[in-house]
């Protein structure tokens, strides 16, 4: 079939970062791309993400390929971003700020030293500081502080800032985005894309990349063997403003069971809870105590700061908690979800990943992505 018969070579099935992502550098690789978003582009999890972009501060030794494919889009960053405030004219709100984890008593400096031993065995780059050397560096740290370490490389990000951002770039660059557009189900005959299907509209192309969040598991059309089984993980976060402006805190901090992310411009992110509460996103007067509580405790001047809102968003985990990331098995199906905790981080190397699937890139920077295959599902899917 000719695909210049059909208005769009690839549709994107949600329109969150990772979607956004896809579309946009796809559009830049010269296809005609569309997002279909059932709400607003950059409206469900993606919204409500903190904005870290944190490998190092958040590996773990059983998840290396998590790390090796974190650590890949955080060298990727700061070219992703500068070329999407060059091509949007919008600012993203990228805080090049390192993280301090932090300990704030002696089994929490215990378990930091382990942490540090960690880091340290994978060649990460890492520094112990004493409490008195990280007051330095933050002196709106409690005095209670016991060890830091300081994490140099791990920096964060405006999510909302990001995906407005990706949106302008994707339609100046000719992309489509269109928001209240739901799919209802991929088409799929003879074990290849035919389009996607809408309410009341079917929209025919080559490709169809789900890119849906934790509703990807939902889309009716896709074979037993080819879905991927996503479930969502409630978080709350709480978004402060400090009326005097920037400064309280210039890095993220993380401590056990939270972090502090600054924006840059006085508001900063308390987070987050994680719940298995199915699509509940009922923000709870808890979450809201137990976020201030610990938060305050480590810095007791964001307790002077005004609440700006309290948010829960569904983060898209799969039973391995890796991502699902290249072609299903029907020809033309991608696969771009179940982020979980990391979507913000991985939007760069995903969309490298998912358009060099659909242009048949064979070399993509030595990044290995077999862990990723969406095809390690198939059995469950099928419900074996
Ligand atoms: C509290 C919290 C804190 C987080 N902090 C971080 C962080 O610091 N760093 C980080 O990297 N990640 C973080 N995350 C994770 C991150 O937010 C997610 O991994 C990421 O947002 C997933 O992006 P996505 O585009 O896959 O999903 P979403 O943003 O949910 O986008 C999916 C889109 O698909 C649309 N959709 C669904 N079904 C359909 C359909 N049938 N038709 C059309 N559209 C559809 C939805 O409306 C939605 O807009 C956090 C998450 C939470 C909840």
């Known amino acids: ?33 569309i997002v279909l978003e059932r709400s607003d582009p950059g409206g469900a999890t993606s919204r409500v993400a903190a904005g870290m972009l944190a490998p190092v501060s958040e590996a773990v030794l059983t998840e290396q390929p998590l790390l090796a494919l974190g650590l890949a889009s955080t060298r990727r960053y700061a070219e992703f971003v500068a070329e999407l405030e060059e091509a949007s004219g919008l600012g993203c709100g990228h805080l090049r700020c390192g993280t301090l984890l932090v300990g704030r ?58 995906t407005a951002a990706l949106a302008a770039a994707l339609r100046g660059a000719g992309g489509t985005v269109r928001g209240q557009a739901e799919v209802i189900a991929v ?15 079917q929209i025919s192309c080559e490709h169809v990349v789900v890119a849906a969040g934790s509703w990807s598991g939902m889309l009716a059309g896709v074979p037993d063997d080819a879905q991927v089984p996503i479930h969502p993980v409630k978080g709350q976060i709480l978004e402060l403003r400090d009326p005097s402006g920037a400064g309280l805190l210039a890095r993220v901090l993380r401590m056990r069971g939270g972090y502090v992310v600054p924006r840059g411009d006085g508001r900063y992110v308390l987070g987050a809870t994680m719940e298995e509460r199915g699509f509940d996103t009922t923000v709870t007067a808890g979450a809201c105590f137990d976020l201030l509580r ?75 992505a077999s862990a990723f295959a969406p095809a390690r599902f198939a059995t469950v899917g099928a419900g074996a």
Do not use: C
Not at 6 to 18: H, M, N, Q, S
Not at 126 to 154: F, G, M, N, Q
Not at 331 to 352: D, N, S
């Open 294 to 368: 610990d938060a305050i405790e480590l810095v007791p001047g964001l307790a002077e700061l005004a609440i700006e809102q309290l948010s829960a968003g569904l983060r898209p985990a799969t039973p391995d908690n890796l991502p699902a990331i290249g072609p299903g098995a029907a020809a033309g199906l991608h696969w771009a979800t179940g982020h979980y905790r990391h979507g913000v981080l991985l939007a760069p190397v995903t969309a490298e990943l998912v358009v060099g699937g659909i242009l048949g890139d064979d070399q993509l920077d030595g990044i290995d």
């Open 1 to 33: 079939m000719d695909s210049r018969n059909k208005p769009f070579d690839v549709a994107v099935i949600g329109g969150g970062v990772i979607g956004l992502s896809v579309a946009w550098r796809a559009t830049q690789r010269g296809l005609r791309v």
């Open 105 to 162: 008593d002696g089994d929490e400096a215990l378990a930091l030293e382990r942490e540090l031993a960690l880091r340290s065995s994978l060649g990460l780059e890492v520094r112990r500081l004493r409490a008195s050397e990280a007051r330095v560096l933050e002196p709106a740290l409690a005095p209670t502080l016991r060890l830091a370490l300081d994490i140099p490389d791990d920096h964060a990000i405006d999510p909302r800032r990001l």
């Open 187 to 201: 088409t799929i005959g003879d074990g290849r894309v035919g389009g996607v299907q809408l309410a009341d509209e």
